[in-house]
């Protein structure tokens, strides 16, 4: 099983980044797919979620109107767009795959986010 994360870097305040999470060694369209981030000297954090199928998203509510969540099945991949990037945002982002008692985490990817 591997989750392999990649997208992110160093954006000034109020850029974007695209986050994307590839995913292979499990059935990845059974599977809910959730961002999170953890932050130096703080709890790691959720960031969005998305259902099997895409028909459900969710939000942390300090990212709701500026992140978007959504996944490729055929492509076995979850994406995570950030617009409005504030310098609170920087952190270890990390994709989480989940079913029933079974979760997979992938290794993560810095976003900084300074001028």
């Known amino acids: 099983v591997q989750l392999v994360e990649s997208g992110g870097g160093l954006v000034q305040p109020g850029g974007s980044l695209r986050l994307s999470c590839a995913a292979s060694?499990?059935?990845?369209?059974?599977?809910?797919m959730s961002w999170y981030r953890q932050a130096p000297g703080k709890d790691r954090e959720l960031v969005a979620g998305?259902?099997?199928?895409?028909?459900?998203?969710s939000y942390g509510d300090s990212m709701k109107g500026r992140f978007t969540i959504s996944r490729d099945n055929a492509k076995n991949t979850v994406y995570l767009q950030m617009n409005s990037l504030k310098p609170e945002d920087t952190a270890v982002y990390y994709c989480k795959a989940g079913r029933d008692w079974t979760n997979y985490w992938g290794q993560g990817t810095q976003v900084t986010v300074s001028s």
């Open positions: 060694g499990f059935t990845f369209s059974s599977y809910y």
């Open positions: 998305i259902s099997s199928t895409g028909g459900y998203t």
